[in-house]
């Protein structure tokens, strides 16, 4: 899913973060991105943390309001290279934190397989948006990033929280704040009902 | 009566297991299997939806970079699964078994930069070096050393399901509990998967049977058993008439490949296992 020809190029919308209101108003399910910016990695133990200062009130190590967050943790970093292998995690294990990440100002995800009906709701409630990367493409998918580096919750090895610089990382809007959902449609589309 | 003299014990240094099991979780976790690539490439000319086959054709790209680098195929590069046929004339002199099995693992997962994907159950602790490995030992007649090493992900693990089905609910129902497994996983398993079903003996031993089956080349068939043949076969049709597609963005290829291993049972049982494997389907052998 990364444009190869310049009518593939059409194809793609070409997004940044911090993702503005505009940007994710416009996005809908289906739609293939390419995004470039700066995002975050998180997955289960620092979400936890993360939902754990928010609820005792306590300072969180990054701005929710304008972070995009990646479910994901990297291979370690060879000699010489900028990250090792990385791509997406399930994503409903977050399911049970990202309401509350979401009312404090989270507004972008970036994750694989369906979420809750409540994670669903609170991305249509706030204008979030939900998208899919590709697993299993790790080695691919490290190529757009140009840059990282640690910023929180070290001791969590793999899952400290990273904050990486992508160029042009493809990616599909899964759950888009109209409130679509692009697994569902898809099977849907491409079921065969006799079997 | 005549005293058969005893056979003499063939004697394998642990030190050389230690350094087969190194080598051979970094070969699997950078080193896509030809069957697996085939089995992609097949996928990939009868997958019918474009966005289908675009994951498809950069899923086999992404193995080519990934075996060309060195690097890992996926960034989850798994729980240390190991099978071992240990031959019964086999001593391992120099150490226990586990050990040298332990310090393989730390080894491949260090000095291959494989993520360390192991923690404490409940602190959630990374125990840092990717051990304790899951190994699962059979003895065997003879007198040498098989070792697979299989890095299984996370993602496909949990969606992976045993039951204990009723006597009654027969074949039918096992390709049920098969067809609502794999329609549950979803996006979550990372499609093209591989299904791996273990049916009879106990609750784990079905499970064991299930991850057994994944070791079968991707695509073959039951060969001991037609009704499982049949059963993988007509598994196969009605998985990829599911609508999930490569990556569960809809497609008619959610399935590689459909393995079915059985064993007798308890009269008042039908224990049967769905053992999901995502399309990066890793694993590596050597006999010592």
């Not at chain 1, 369906?114 to 899919?132: C, D, H, M, Q, T």
């Not at chain 2, 939806?49 to 950069?58: C, F, Q, T």
């Not at chain 2, 004339?89 to 080894?107: C, K, S, Y």
């Amino acid at each position: 899913m990364s444009p190869t020809t310049s009518a593939d190029q059409d194809r793609f919308l070409r997004i940044s973060t911090p993702l503005s209101a505009e940007v994710r108003a416009r996005l809908r399910a289906g739609d293939m991105v390419l995004l470039s910016g700066d995002i975050y990695t998180a997955r289960d133990a620092a979400h936890r943390r993360l939902h754990e200062a928010l609820v005792r009130g306590l300072p969180l190590p990054i701005d929710l309001s304008a972070a995009t967050l990646f479910y994901a943790a990297p291979s370690p970093t060879p000699v010489g290279k900028v990250i090792g292998s990385i791509g997406p995690t399930t994503s409903y294990r977050m399911d049970v934190f990202t309401p509350t990440l979401i009312e404090h100002g989270l507004r972008g995800m970036i994750g694989k397989g369906n979420r809750s009906p409540e994670v669903a709701l609170a991305i249509k409630r706030y204008g979030a948006v939900y998208f899919g990367a590709i697993g299993g493409i790790a080695a691919l998918t490290a190529q757009c990033v140009k840059h990282m580096e640690m910023v929180a919750y070290e001791d969590l090895g793999p899952e400290a929280i990273r904050k990486l610089t992508v160029a042009d990382l493809p990616l599909v809007v899964i759950n888009d704040a109209e409130g679509n959902d692009l697994y569902a449609q898809a099977q849907n589309d491409w079921r065969i009902l006799t079997e | 009566m005549d005293k058969k003299k005893p056979k003499r014990l063939r004697r394998i240094a642990a030190g050389r297991i230690t350094k087969t099991v190194r080598n051979l979780f970094i070969a699997a976790n950078t080193t896509l299997c030809d069957d697996v690539c085939d089995a992609l490439r097949r996928a990939l000319a009868q997958e019918a939806s474009p966005i289908g086959r675009e994951v498809l054709a950069k899923i086999l790209q992404n193995a080519d970079i990934a075996r060309d680098n060195a690097l890992p195929i996926c960034q989850d590069t798994g729980l240390a699964v190991l099978f071992l046929e240990v031959g019964q004339d086999v001593r391992i002199v120099g150490g226990p078994l586990q050990d040298a099995i332990a310090e393989g693992v730390r080894q491949a997962y260090a000095e291959g930069f494989l993520r360390k994907s192991v923690c404490d159950p409940f602190t959630r602790a990374n125990t840092k070096d990717n051990t304790p490995a899951v190994i699962h030992c059979d003895i065997v007649p003879g007198d040498h050393l098989r070792i697979i090493a299989m890095p299984k992900g996370g993602g496909s693990e949990n969606m992976s399901q045993a039951r204990m089905l009723t006597p009654a609910a027969g074949l039918d129902g096992v390709k049920q509990f098969v067809l609502e497994t794999v329609e549950k996983a979803g996006a979550n398993a990372c499609p093209p998967i591989i299904v791996g079903v273990g049916i009879g003996g106990s609750l784990e031993e079905a499970c064991l049977l299930a991850k057994k089956a994944l070791l079968r080349p991707v695509g073959a068939k039951n060969e001991d058993d037609d009704r499982l043949a049949k059963m993988e076969e007509d598994l196969f049709r009605k998985i990829n008439a599911l609508g999930i597609g490569p990556a569960g963005l809809g497609g008619r290829m959610t399935t590689l490949g459909v393995s079915a291993v059985m064993k007798p049972c308890h009269i008042a049982s039908l224990p049967v296992a769905v053992n999901i494997q995502c399309h990066v389907a890793r694993h590596r052998e050597e006999t010592l």
